[in-house]
T-cell receptor
């Protein structure tokens, strides 16, 4: 069964606006959550992992065990953030969210 | 960061032939390697998980006799698409990750650049 859900397939925001990508996981136990990003014509690469609690390229993601969520946020989106984003928990990938940042 | 390579980057073959795709972790030993399939503008679909020296674990709906996976070493996994047909045309991506003993967690997956398979 799908363990990770990304409810939004497409997300379009204007440059400078906040962006939030939702990720919910369903797993009883300690999650091992990652966000990956795939820019156009590039391979997937790690963006964030929940255990490191870091901010990469202005993105943050907080693990909320009560809501079983690991949403990805950035307060001011940039055009270069346009990409496909995947949430992963222990080998289960979400369906991905394509983000388009408009000028 | 760790690098994963795939070879070939693209391949065109005739229907009925077999195609082998290699996935190598270049500067680290991968505990586990994964094979994904990606259709245009769609999400990754995990096909199978492969641990060195053991049989691959296939996801539901993936034919193990059609997609043969061999993981002979900690740095090499191969995917062979047997008797390929046009519907097997897709983008195949491998990744590798390592179990970290100190934190008892997996590190992130390192992805290969993918292999474009076109079956005529």
């Amino acid at each position: 069964a799908q363990r990770v859900t990304q409810p939004e397939k497409l997300l379009s925001v204007f440059k400078g606006a906040p962006v939030e990508l939702k990720c919910n996981y369903s797993y009883s136990g300690s999650p091992e959550l990652f966000w990956y990003v795939q820019y156009s014509r590039q391979r997937l690469q790690l963006l964030l992992r929940h255990i490191s609690r870091e901010s990469i390229k202005g993105f943050t993601a907080d693990l909320n065990k009560g809501e079983t969520s690991f949403h990805l946020k950035k307060p001011f989106a940039q055009e270069e953030d346009s990409a496909m984003y995947y949430c992963e928990d222990k080998l289960s990938f979400g369906a991905g969210t394509t983000v388009t940042v408009r000028a | 960061g760790a690098v994963v390579s795939q070879h070939p980057s693209w391949v065109i073959c005739k229907s009925g032939t077999s195609v082998k795709i290699e996935c190598r972790s270049l500067d680290f030993q991968a505990t586990t390697m994964f094979w994904y399939r990606q259709f245009p503008k769609q999400s990754l679909m995990l096909m199978a998980t492969s641990n060195e020296g053991s049989k691959a674990t296939y996801e539901q709906g993936v034919e193990k006799d059609k997609f043969l996976i061999n993981h002979a070493s900690l740095t090499l996994s191969t995917l062979t698409v047997t008797s390929a047909h046009p519907e097997d045309s897709s983008f195949y991506i491998c990744s590798a990750r390592t179990w970290m003993e100190d934190s008892l967690t997996y590190n992130e997956q390192f992805f290969g650049p993918g292999t474009r398979l076109t079956v005529l």
